[in-house]
């Protein structure tokens, strides 16, 4: 059944929403975007200030499950009166207003970011894709095939040889350790939410393949860490480019010079950039990197 929720005058733009990056299992088929979220099919359009929308299979409170993965419960406004602090993010915030962070599931989301080590968006979505098909459940709607992200314990008991075949490469042993300690419950992600930033972070990190950029990208995308603020190297050119003057010359042209970031120079920008932007860091971040990436095209 279609429904549809009134946006009002909430800024809210679907596209950007859908296609900034942060997420890797939505595609658009005939004017529609088609996601797999938890357990469901979600098929979705943006027509003016109204979201038309569909859920397979049917649950209820759909408009309160759309709206809280969406985050339209987000001031938008008073976000961008908190972050629009250059002409640069005001330019990313016209170029994209109504972008909005979503609220990924925390354990799909870290599988995913640990399979973004060193991989462009494109490759991210192939090996998030092949998990699902391999050891998700199969879900046929509107003509179209879609898998469901599978459960810690699924992966937990899978084999490298399966894994591999998803083409995670170097990334298999430390999806299948990450999945092992998950589904043991050493580690609940749920109950993350409710701890620091730091806290969390510190946790996260103690996982196989989890650097400061993987659990930065966890904790705003998935565990209500708004103030996370992950550095790619889209963010790291930010740094040495648009805000070079907020650091030391030397530490500009030492990091401008080099690829990877040492745990110090990453916790120099990281910091910035939280105490720059505020307690909105993280939709600073996902407007400057959308910014800067699609800038380049």
């Given at each position: 059944?279609?429904?549809?929720?009134?946006?009002?005058?909430?800024?809210?733009?679907?596209?950007?929403?859908?296609?900034?990056?942060q997420l890797?299992?939505?595609k658009?088929?005939?004017?529609?975007?088609?996601?797999?979220?938890?357990?469901?099919?979600?098929?979705?359009?943006q027509?003016?200030?109204?979201?038309?929308?569909?859920?397979?299979?049917?649950?209820?409170n759909?408009?309160e499950?759309?709206?809280?993965y969406?985050?339209?419960?987000?001031?938008?406004?008073?976000?961008?009166?908190?972050?629009?602090?250059?002409?640069?993010?005001?330019?990313?915030?016209?170029?994209?207003?109504?972008?909005?962070?979503?609220?990924q599931?925390?354990?799909?989301?870290?599988i995913?970011?640990?399979?973004?080590?060193?991989k462009?968006?494109?490759?991210?979505?192939?090996?998030?894709?092949?998990?699902?098909?391999?050891?998700?459940k199969?879900?046929?709607?509107d003509g179209?095939?879609?898998?469901?992200?599978p459960?810690?314990?699924?992966?937990a008991?899978?084999?490298?040889?399966?894994?591999?075949?998803?083409?995670?490469?170097?990334?298999?042993n430390?999806?299948?350790?990450?999945?092992?300690?998950?589904?043991?419950?050493?580690?609940?992600?749920?109950?993350?939410?409710?701890t620091?930033?730091?806290?969390?972070?510190?946790?996260l990190?103690?996982?196989?393949?989890?650097?400061?950029?993987?659990a930065d990208?966890?904790?705003?995308?998935?565990?209500?860490?708004?103030e996370?603020?992950?550095?790619?190297?889209?963010?790291?050119?930010?740094?040495?480019?648009?805000?070079?003057?907020?650091?030391?010359?030397?530490?500009?042209?030492?990091?401008?010079?080099?690829?990877?970031?040492?745990?110090?120079e990453?916790?120099?920008?990281?910091?910035?950039?939280?105490k720059?932007f505020?307690?909105?860091?993280g939709?600073a971040?996902?407007?400057?990197?959308?910014y800067l990436?699609?800038?380049?095209?």
């Open positions: 059944m279609e429904l549809e929720l009134n946006m009002s005058t909430e800024p809210f733009s679907l596209d950007h929403t859908l296609d900034c990056g890797f299992r939505w658009k088929l005939a004017n529609w975007w088609y996601g797999v979220v938890q357990d469901k099919v979600i098929k979705i359009k027509l003016n200030n109204t979201l038309k929308f569909q859920i397979f299979p049917e649950t209820k759909s408009h499950f759309i709206r809280s969406l985050r339209i419960d987000d001031d938008l406004p008073q976000i961008f009166s908190e972050i629009n602090k250059d002409q640069h993010m005001n330019e990313a915030i016209n170029r994209f207003c109504g972008l909005r962070l979503c609220r599931e925390p354990w799909e989301c870290l995913s970011y640990i399979c973004a080590t060193y462009g968006i494109p490759a991210i979505k192939k090996m998030v894709n092949n998990i699902s098909e391999q050891f998700g199969k879900l046929t709607f179209y095939t879609f898998y469901t992200f459960e810690p314990s699924d992966l008991n899978g084999t490298q040889k399966n894994l591999k075949c998803c083409g995670l490469g170097f990334r298999t430390r999806v299948l350790e990450t999945a092992k300690i998950v589904e043991s419950e050493n580690l609940n992600l749920e109950s993350l939410k409710t620091s930033y730091s806290d969390a972070k510190k946790k990190l103690d996982l196989p393949g989890v650097g400061h950029k993987v990208c966890v904790l705003v995308f998935s565990l209500e860490k708004l996370a603020y992950p550095i790619d190297v889209w963010i790291k050119r930010a740094a040495t480019n648009i805000y070079a003057d907020h650091f030391e010359p030397s530490f500009i042209k030492k990091v401008a010079e080099k690829g990877s970031l040492t745990t110090k990453y916790e120099t920008i990281g910091s910035f950039g939280r720059y505020g307690r909105y860091a939709y971040q996902e407007y400057l990197f959308h990436r699609t800038k380049q095209k």
